[in-house]
C-alpha cells in the first residue's frame, strides 16, 4: 500500500472464518490498533466484525514518512505498521486457537477517496469525493446491522459509532476531523 499525505483511504481486509472469536480478541486487536495505527493516521471510523475490519483514515505526515529499513527502504510507516497489526494479531490468534497459516484471506486493501483535480491546468489539489466518503462512514457503521448483529448500530461495542453519538468517549477516532472532513452535522449522525 502507497499512501498520499492528507488523503482519505478506507482500508479493509476479510477472513474466510472468524477473526475475533470472543471480547478478548477484539480488545487486544485495539490496542494494536493504538499501538501501531493510531500513532501514524488520523482514524475517522472503524468498525471490527466477527470476519473482517474496516478503517476509514486520514493520512498525515506521520504516515507519509519511509522507513529507515535497508532493505525495503521505499516502504511507508503506515504501511509497515498495517503489516504489522496484522501479522502480529494473526500470530496471537493462531497460538490462542492452535491453528496455522493465514488468518485473512486477500491482502489488506486500501481505497482512496481523494480525486487529483486540476485547477487552471497548473495546482492539483487533493479534493475528497463526500459523497462516496459519507457512504463509506455509513456503510462501516452499519454494518453491525446489516449483518443481524444488533438492531441500532450504537449498539455495536466494536465500532466508532458509540463515540460519535456520545454514548462513549474513545480515544482512537478523530470525530471532530472526521465531521469537518466529511462536513457532517453531529444532530445528523443517526
Same mark, same amino acid.
Given at each position: 500500500m502507497h499512501f498520499e499525505e492528507d488523503a482519505i483511504y478506507h482500508i479493509f481486509?476479510?477472513? +474466510?472464518?472468524k477473526v475475533f472469536? +470472543?471480547?478478548?480478541? !477484539?480488545?487486544?486487536? @485495539? =490496542? =494494536?490498533?493504538?499501538? @501501531?495505527? !493510531?500513532?501514524? %493516521?488520523d482514524l475517522l471510523a472503524w468498525c471490527l466484525m466477527p470476519n473482517? #475490519?474496516?478503517f @476509514?483514515?486520514?493520512?498525515? =505526515?506521520?504516515?507519509?514518512? !519511509?522507513?529507515?529499513? *535497508?532493505?525495503?527502504?521505499?516502504?511507508?510507516?503506515?504501511? *509497515?505498521? &498495517?503489516?504489522t497489526l496484522i501479522s502480529s494479531y494473526t500470530q496471537a490468534f493462531n497460538k490462542q486457537q492452535g491453528r496455522r497459516g493465514s488468518l485473512f484471506s486477500h491482502n489488506t486493501k486500501a481505497k482512496i477517496l481523494n480525486d487529483n483535480t486540476p485547477i487552471s491546468g497548473i495546482e492539483v489539489i487533493k479534493a475528497i469525493n463526500n459523497d462516496y466518503a459519507?457512504? %463509506? #462512514?455509513? !456503510? /462501516?457503521? *452499519?454494518?453491525?446491522v446489516q449483518s443481524?448483529?444488533?438492531?441500532r448500530p450504537e449498539d455495536w461495542e466494536f465500532s466508532s459509532y458509540p463515540d460519535f453519538l456520545g454514548l462513549r468517549n474513545g480515544k482512537l477516532v478523530n470525530r471532530e476531523l472526521a465531521l469537518r472532513i466529511? &462536513? /457532517?452535522? *453531529? =444532530?445528523?449522525i443517526r
Open positions: 481486509n476479510r477472513s +474466510n472464518s472469536e +470472543n471480547r478478548g480478541n !477484539y480488545l487486544f486487536f @485495539l =490496542k =494494536k490498533v493504538n499501538d @501501531l495505527i !493510531y500513532p501514524v %493516521c473482517h #475490519f474496516h @476509514l483514515i486520514q493520512s498525515s =505526515k506521520n504516515s507519509f514518512h !519511509y522507513t529507515n529499513e *535497508k532493505h525495503r527502504p521505499a516502504l511507508q510507516v503506515l504501511s *509497515k505498521n &498495517m503489516g459519507i457512504q %463509506c #462512514f455509513n !456503510y /462501516i457503521h *452499519k454494518n453491525p443481524g448483529l444488533v438492531n466529511l &462536513m /457532517i452535522e *453531529k =444532530k445528523d
